[in-house]
């Protein structure tokens, strides 16, 4: 008898599939046995009777195995606990009636892997923060497993939305003599030489961003973007920020703020998409138990044009609000000053009530590379705010002439090290533009999820190592 | 005018396209004037007729600009220098019977972008090595320019394998307190505080391999790959090791060292099919400009089902072979002996002819997480070497029985801190196996580039860091 191998993920598409292939396929696999492997979630059996839901880690729906006492070592397979690993043989059986479009019923099965009675992943729920302390044990949660598939999901949306508008993906490096936001936060990078610059020639450390690099290869590639990690070394025990975290930096050759702008609402539209209707099952669950009106946010996003102010008409609009009443925790709103998350979530949801780009910043609240506009006073810089959330990208035209940027620098104090950067300038330079998506916070803002703890495989963030 | 604007790679899809929609936007086009912006790499006038090579980023090949005195500020263009970025107005014609399928005539123009006369990238051969000294550069000549369109194929063709086989990527962390293959060769990650504890509680350092953490994920989602970032503090000053590479550690749960080679094979090949068939131009140079015999090599390999040989018998041969006198710079052949590449280039090369894979190695010379094999003194570890290269991945099924692994833990000194891996092996632990590929090296491979600094982007190795 040969045993057709099969994945919950596959049986729940073939039941669903109106293909002439695939219920062909379907038909088979009714008349002979299945053979399927996964990790038990429950078990309960009323003596003759039994149900396991088994998941096999291939999607987030479990498979029902049904078994009754006539199977060989019947008692084995009821004692079997929560988190062990089993290889099952048994009869594939469509239950259109039931919950659950099929079931398997077993026929044989092989304990593959025993679980321990100390197993810390019981039947019962457990607090994320419970969880957090068993990080490597933590993906088997349902919570953790819709978390992580779709982490997977948006990463490979991010890619698909760049590869399809014709970006090249480039892997800039980690190790850096640099530091495009200025010094101060970030990670040295030592050997055990007595020498601290004996490996690389001089100090260096963990790369904060990789635009600098990133824009190199714009001018020579056209569109670009790096996916890779950054590295962030402040002690800031909040939700939010994390030492290690994965970025997106694109870059645009040929484009100026309002192209960068449509990239960037092109990118989380797509994102958003990807997550409502390739992720339906995680969404569900992220909406049932995680955050009620998630779906329904994300809907509005989707179909919403993300609108456009600038920082001065931001500025008027908080002025207004606390001439009318009402209260910031900073209430001293003026000109020039740095907007916090709680200035940031009152002009998305008060004001425009969806999403918004504040553009033309102050440009001694912004980095020394964004383009100086006409005025003088601001700089081409674009922050994308979100109700709920606040801010969720960062972008901004870059400063293309040598002149300018020569005398930007020169002020900042980072030119030495850097002449290259100015190089690009010299050397068929041209109107260009980027932005950076925090992809942790990305996920948070799809999943609702609201610890960044909690939607890293295993944080890294101002907490103690203990994976 | 509406003019439309344009990008080589669609025009070359364009002109070669047979269907039916896109040879109507290509009649459009002929009708109008277009516009491209892009970067001069030639520029060569008679006087009466000028031809540009223009660059714009979007493929491998130019656009040929034409343009005579007629047009408005023909003094400007005909001085234009390599390396300007240059905005183009002009007609597009079909030229069937010239070398290039099509040409733009030049209508009007602009530069966008000068370029100072110490452009270093003149016309020009120039040799890898002066470069690799301008590494912001350097992506703008012919053989960066190909060999960084390739990482991005080769990067998307390992996302594109492993997703469609029902893989999910997962993010291990780069910042760790543990280290999978031995302590001493890692860098460290320290802060400015006094303390070396004081940020994470506990000294770490930068990851070795995502390996450990990553099988945490394969025991809840069955199939999953890392594709990140690793690190060695190794001195090195070899044509094939860096500090900093990507790595990509796919972890196949319910699965043994066959099943691993041959999603090991399936791999490789895939990736070489992508080459080859989705960059041709890009092959085309390669194997024109950078090593002959590269495209024939690469299909043979993509023809030629991976031979399986066990480390004792591949010992035997290379015995037989110093017999019969040929030579090694270590012809003293013992079991038990590290091979190196001369011995593994020369199983696969002169035994072979062609990839194979060697198993079952010496458990002294392999890592403690192997699993090990019945007879007590071999792995179920698989290397597999390829002509050309020797060493290209390196596998293992790993040993998931508990006591076997703790035994084998407390040996190698690495169970402290490394509890929560030994657990994996009591929570429903399961057979599973996984492999490395240093995504640098593959590169290198499909490329035959044969410095691992020419395929990073902004290379890190133990030389200093200059970008």
Same mark, same amino acid.
């Given at each position: 008898?040969?045993? =057709?191998?099969?994945?919950?993920?596959?049986?729940?598409?073939?039941?669903?599939? #109106?293909?002439?292939?695939?219920?062909?396929?379907?038909?088979?696999?009714?008349?002979?046995?299945?053979?399927?492997?996964?990790?038990?979630?429950?078990?309960? +059996?009323?003596?003759?009777?039994?149900? @396991?839901?088994?998941?096999?880690? /291939?999607?987030?729906?479990?498979?029902?195995?049904?078994?009754?006492?006539?199977?060989?070592?019947?008692?084995?397979?009821?004692?079997?606990? /929560?988190?062990?690993?089993?290889?099952?043989?048994?009869?594939?059986?469509?239950?259109?009636?039931?919950? =659950?479009?099929?079931?398997?019923?077993?026929?044989?099965?092989?304990?593959?892997?025993? $679980?321990?009675?100390?197993?810390?992943?019981?039947?019962?729920?457990?607090?994320?923060?419970?969880?957090?302390?068993?990080?490597?044990?933590?993906?088997?949660?349902?919570?953790?497993?819709?978390?992580?598939?779709?982490?997977?999901?948006?990463?490979?949306?991010?890619?698909?939305?760049?590869? #399809?508008?014709?970006?090249?993906?480039?892997?800039?490096?980690?190790? /850096?003599? &640099?530091?495009?936001?200025?010094?101060?936060?970030?990670?040295? $990078?030592?050997?055990?030489?007595? +020498?601290? &610059?004996?490996?690389?020639?001089?100090?260096?450390?963990?790369?904060?961003?990789?635009?600098?690099? $990133?824009?190199?290869?714009?001018?020579?590639?056209?569109?670009?973007?790096?996916?890779?990690?950054?590295?962030?070394?402040?002690?800031?025990?909040?939700?939010?920020?994390?030492?290690?975290?994965?970025?997106?930096?694109?870059?645009?050759?040929?484009?100026?703020?309002?192209?960068?702008?449509?990239?960037?609402?092109?990118?989380?539209?797509?994102? @958003? &998409?990807?997550?409502?209707?390739?992720?339906?099952?995680?969404?569900?669950?992220?909406?049932?138990?995680? +955050?009620?009106?998630?779906?329904?946010?994300? %809907?509005?996003?989707?179909?919403?044009?993300?609108?456009?102010?600038?920082?001065?008409?931001?500025?008027?609009?908080?002025?207004?609000?606390?001439?009318?009443?009402?209260?910031?925790?900073?209430?001293?709103?003026?000109?020039?000053?740095?907007?916090?998350?709680?200035?940031?979530?009152?002009?998305?949801?008060?004001?425009?009530?969806?999403?918004?780009?504040?553009?033309?910043?102050?440009?001694? @609240?912004?980095?020394?590379?964004?383009?100086?506009?006409?005025?003088?006073?601001?700089?081409?810089?674009?922050?994308?705010?979100?109700? %709920?959330?606040?801010?969720?990208?960062?972008?901004?035209?870059?400063?293309?002439?040598?002149?300018?940027?020569?005398?930007?620098?020169?002020?900042?104090?980072?030119?030495?090290?850097?002449?290259?950067?100015?190089?690009?300038?010299?050397?068929?330079?041209?109107?260009?533009?980027?932005?950076?998506?925090?992809?942790?916070?990305?996920?948070?803002?799809?999943?609702?999820?609201? &610890?960044?703890?909690?939607?890293?495989?295993?944080?890294? /963030?101002?907490?103690?190592?203990?994976?």
């Amino acid at each position: 008898m040969e045993v =057709q191998g099969v994945m919950a993920v596959d049986l729940y598409a073939l039941v669903n599939s #109106q293909e002439k292939e695939e219920k062909a396929y379907l038909e088979e696999l009714l008349k002979d046995n299945v053979y399927i492997q996964g990790w038990v979630r429950t078990n309960r +059996d009323n003596g003759s009777i039994g149900f @396991i839901a088994l998941n096999d880690g /291939t999607c987030f729906k479990n498979v029902q195995l049904v078994y009754d006492n006539s199977i060989p070592n019947h008692d084995v397979l009821s004692h079997v606990n /929560t988190g062990a690993a089993l290889n099952v043989v048994g009869r594939l059986v469509l239950t259109p009636q039931a919950k =659950q479009p099929f079931e398997i019923r077993v026929v044989d099965f092989e304990v593959e892997g025993d $679980v321990a009675s100390d197993y810390p992943l019981q039947k019962k729920a457990h607090s994320l923060e419970f969880l957090r302390d068993i990080a490597h044990l933590r993906p088997r949660a349902n919570t953790f497993n819709a978390v992580f598939r779709m982490r997977n999901a948006m990463a490979m949306a991010i890619h698909e939305y760049f590869q #399809q508008n014709g970006f090249m993906y480039v892997h800039t490096p980690l190790i /850096t003599g &640099n530091d495009a936001e200025g010094a101060g936060s970030t990670f040295n $990078v030592t050997t055990n030489d007595k +020498d601290p &610059n004996s490996f690389f020639g001089k100090p260096v450390s963990l790369t904060v961003s990789g635009q600098l690099h $990133v824009e190199a290869f714009a001018l020579a590639f056209r569109d670009v973007y790096t996916f890779g990690p950054t590295f962030r070394a402040e002690h800031s025990n909040t939700v939010r920020h994390a030492s290690e975290f994965w970025m997106i930096e694109p870059e645009l050759a040929f484009a100026d703020l309002n192209d960068d702008m449509d990239c960037i609402e092109g990118c989380i539209k797509h994102c @958003i &998409n990807v997550a409502l209707h390739e992720c339906p099952d995680e969404m569900d669950f992220f909406n049932n138990f995680i +955050d009620k009106g998630l779906k329904e946010r994300l %809907h509005a996003v989707l179909h919403s044009e993300f609108k456009r102010m600038t920082y001065t008409e931001a500025i008027e609009e908080l002025q207004k609000a606390v001439k009318n009443g009402h209260k910031f925790e900073n209430s001293d709103i003026k000109w020039g000053m740095d907007l916090q998350s709680e200035h940031e979530r009152y002009i998305t949801e008060q004001v425009i009530k969806g999403p918004v780009f504040l553009i033309d910043y102050p440009k001694e @609240i912004k980095a020394f590379y964004m383009r100086l506009n006409e005025d003088g006073k601001t700089v081409a810089a674009c922050d994308l705010l979100v109700p %709920h959330v606040g801010e969720l990208v960062g972008g901004s035209q870059r400063e293309e002439r040598y002149d300018v940027l020569k005398e930007k620098m020169e002020k900042a104090g980072c030119l030495k090290g850097l002449e290259w950067y100015l190089d690009l300038r010299k050397y068929g330079g041209c109107k260009h533009a980027g932005f950076g998506i925090g992809f942790d916070r990305l996920l948070m803002y799809v999943t609702g999820i609201n &610890n960044i703890r909690d939607v890293q495989p295993f944080p890294r /963030t101002s907490d103690p190592i203990k994976y």
